[in-house]
């Protein structure tokens, strides 16, 4: 039973280098999430996807674009990566909007940006 | 914007204690709170959720408590072992979409 898995699992960028992270997960969940975790900052939301063909800004979207390709994958996308930008990605996902269930988490994307 | 705290930051104990985390956030609109566990490298586990219509969630050694009212909320882990060792974040939920975080307290379980 994977879950969340995220891939890579870490990358190194140079400034203004474009990279897609990938998440998929095997729990028929229909809302999947991006956050990025720094340290003093806690996680932060960068975009959902609520259902299939649904996606919506989170707390900090700048800079990033999102792609659900079906139900099971929601990727992320870095255009042109800046050293602002180096951090741990999560990818999460849960059975749906507005349903008090847990949020199932990915093991990180650690991505450091040059 | 809703604020999540968390303190302290960092707690050492003795194995076998009793310990209190705590978090605290700004708007008591919220739809649900979770507490998660986050072990180095990895990612979040989720431990307990409350639904904004209850008062307290269990589950084994762990106690959650939610009083909206006041913006708070307290996790209690009973007779604390090295494994316990981890860092503990909440998130509250206001529509149930966004999440907001807390920086987590790291705690440390002492053998």
């Known amino acids: 039973n994977a879950g969340v898995t995220q891939t890579p699992k870490f990358q190194v960028l140079k400034t203004g280098q474009s990279m897609t992270l990938q998440c998929a997960q095997d729990m028929n969940h229909n809302s999947m999430y991006w956050y990025r975790q720094d340290p003093g900052m806690g996680l932060r939301l960068i975009y959902y996807?609520?259902?299939?063909?649904?996606?919506d800004k989170g707390e900090v979207p700048n800079g990033y674009n999102v792609s659900r390709l079906n139900k099971r994958e929601f990727s992320l996308r870095l255009e042109s990566a800046a050293p602002s930008q180096t951090s741990v990605y999560f990818c999460?996902?849960?059975?749906?909007?507005?349903?008090?269930?847990?949020?199932?988490f990915g093991d990180g994307t650690r991505l450091s940006i040059l | 914007k809703q604020e999540v705290t968390q303190i302290p930051a960092a707690l050492s104990v003795p194995e076998g204690e009793n310990l209190v985390l705590n978090c605290s956030f700004t708007?008591?609109?919220?739809?649900?709170l979770q507490w998660f566990r986050q072990d180095p490298g990895k990612g979040l586990t989720s431990l307990l959720l409350i639904q904004s219509s209850q008062r307290e969630q269990t589950s084994g050694r762990l106690n959650a408590s939610l009083d909206k009212s006041s913006g708070r909320s307290t996790l209690y882990i009973a007779a604390s072992q090295p494994g316990d060792s981890a860092t503990y974040l909440c998130a509250v939920s206001d529509t149930g979409n966004q999440f907001y975080f807390g920086t987590g307290t790291s705690l440390t379980v002492i053998p």
């Open positions: 999460a996902s849960r059975p749906g909007q507005g349903l008090n269930q847990p949020q199932h």
């Open positions: 996807s609520a259902s299939e063909g649904t996606t």
């Open positions: 708007d008591s609109a919220i739809y649900n």
